[in-house]
Structure formats: structure tokens, C-alpha cells
């Protein structure tokens, strides 16, 4: 059995400072005021555990994605590179290995890591995957990128959409499995995910995600869809119940309880009470 903890190692241009492990001690400066900072270095993996993108309006941790119940434990490598930010301060290429230490049946450990090649829009926070590591070997050319091979990425159609994501896990009937592929793709994180393919936009694809991942117990990962949701879909029916269904997974039944009644009021409603599913009920009284 393998035990892995999945450490995330970034290497991105940054200008260095000297800091406290807690206070930024990496930060490159974007576009509009956005930049894109590292805080408490791993000794061990000799990188940067805590990378936060913040705007004028809004700031938030890429490269954190919760495995089951738990946070992640991330680190960042920071490798600075004068010719890794964009002339305009628009993006910048990253180069990202999930890495962890790797614990066989016999107990010897050792480290295992996949190095690859992400580019963050520095007026978002978007970051979508170019390929493997050897992209991120390059210059800038009249607003491209240009790898070393000759390639060109201009990034306007990287990634892939909720509704073809989803289309893409349904492939698989296995929840955990459902969840995982769902998760290896969401690497960058779901508040990342969200800048590049707004929610307001991709609601009811967005709720079904969050569904697949509570399936497989993924309820952390869940909850950051649809606290979104809530914010630009309040009303939606569905949604109540699967919130409701998620914190009480996470043990925060008070809570939980007012979206179960939230839920049933909103049947009641529309005269479809009856279909109120018998855990909810249950669980209310």
C-alpha cells in the first residue's frame, strides 16, 4: 500500500525578500494591482507551501485542493525567471510538479514528482495547463509565448469548460473515481477553476460537480462550489439539499438543518412536498 502526499512545486518568476515563514517572502507584481505571492517555506521540499493570487476585490489560494476530509498540504519551489511574466504583466508561466513523499510496503520512502507547465492570468487568477515541463522552456513574443521547440500558446483556448469536464467523468460510473478525475483536473483549485469559467455562467454544471464530489465523500471540496452558488443561484432548489447534505456530512447539523428546511419549504412551494426525500425529514426531527 502507498501512502502519497501530494506537494505541489511551482517555480515561477518572483522577486525574492528575506521574511517570516508567515509574512510574504515571494511576490510578482501583475496587471491592474494583482500579484501572485508565496508564504511558509518547506525545508523538505524546499518550496513554498502557501500561494495566494489577490485583485483589487478578491484574493485566494491556488494550488490547494482538499483530499477527502482534509486540507491540502502544498509547497511551491519558486525558481526566479526575468522572462516568465508577459511584457504587459498579463500572465505568467509557472512550472508546477505534484510531488510527495512515497511510502512502500517494506517502509522505505522515498520522493516521487511529475514536473508540468501551468500559466496564470495575472487579471483573473485563471490557471489552465499548457503541457508537460519542457513548455515552460521559452520567451515572450509579441504577446505569446514561444517555447524553445517553436510552439505558440496565445492561451484563449486552454483548459477545458465545466459542461465538458462533467461529460468527461460521467465516462466513469465509480464515484471515487468520478471524484478523482474531477479533482486531478481541478488541480489549480476551485476558486482558480471559477475565474476561468464564471459560475453565474455554468450554474447547473457546477451544481453537478458538486454533487459528484460529495458522492465520494469529497464534501471540503464540495462545499467551496457551492458556497459560490449560494451567492449567484440562492434560489436554486437542488442546491439547498445538496448543501444541506454536505454540512451535515461535515458535522455542522445546525446548519445543515436550515437548508433541509429551506428545502422543504421551497417543495412546498411548488406542491412537490411530497418527493422530500426521507432523510431529510429524519434528520429535521
Known amino acids: ?5 501530494f506537494v505541489l512545486v511551482v517555480s515561477c518568476f518572483l ?27 518547506d525545508k523538505k521540499y524546499g518550496g513554498w507551501s502557501n500561494i495566494e493570487y489577490s485583485a483589487m476585490s478578491v484574493s485566494f489560494k491556488v494550488y490547494a485542493v482538499p483530499i477527502g476530509m482534509e486540507p491540502s498540504e502544498d509547497g511551491i519551489v519558486a525558481n526566479p525567471d ?17 510531488a510527495g ?39 515572450w513574443q509579441n504577446g505569446k509565448w514561444k517555447t524553445s521547440r517553436g510552439e505558440l500558446f496565445d492561451f ?12 468527461d467523468a460521467l465516462r466513469d460510473a465509480e464515484n471515487q473515481s468520478r471524484a478523482r478525475f474531477l479533482r486531478d483536473y481541478i488541480f489549480m483549485g476551485i476558486p482558480s477553476y471559477m475565474a476561468c469559467y464564471p459560475p453565474e455562467k455554468n450554474i447547473s454544471e457546477y451544481n453537478d460537480m458538486g454533487f459528484y464530489f460529495a ?27 445538496n448543501v444541506a447534505d454536505s454540512l451535515w456530512a461535515l458535522g455542522k447539523k445546525n446548519e445543515a438543518k436550515q437548508y433541509y428546511a429551506e428545502y422543504i419549504s421551497a417543495l412546498r412551494k411548488k406542491n412537490m412536498e411530497s418527493k422530500t426525500p426521507g432523510r431529510v425529514k429524519e434528520r429535521l426531527n
Not at 1 to 5: G, P, S, T, V
Not at 82 to 98: A, G, M, V
Not at 120 to 131: D, L, R, Y
Open 15 to 41: 522577486s525574492m525578500q528575506t521574511a517570516h515563514a508567515d509574512a510574504v517572502a515571494m511576490e510578482v507584481k501583475g496587471v491592474k494591482g494583482t500579484s501572485l505571492s508565496a508564504r511558509s517555506f
Open 156 to 167: 484563449s483556448q486552454e483548459g477545458k469548460p465545466p459542461k465538458l469536464l462533467i461529460t
Open 215 to 241: 458522492q465520494a465523500g469529497e464534501h471540503l471540496l464540495a462545499m467551496q462550489i457551492y458556497d459560490r452558488l449560494l451567492v449567484v443561484a440562492p434560489d436554486r432548489v437542488p442546491l439547498k439539499l
Open 82 to 98: 526575468t522572462d516568465s511574466l508577459s511584457p504587459y504583466k498579463k500572465y505568467l508561466i509557472i512550472q508546477r510538479t505534484d
Open 1 to 5: 500500500m502507498f501512502n502519497i502526499f
Open 101 to 139: 513523499e512515497v511510502v512502500d510496503d517494506k517502509g522505505n520512502s522515498f520522493i516521487s514528482s511529475q514536473a508540468y507547465c501551468d500559466v496564470i492570468s495575472m487579471e483573473t487568477g485563471c490557471i489552465k495547463n499548457i503541457g508537460s515541463v519542457q513548455q515552460c522552456e521559452g520567451t
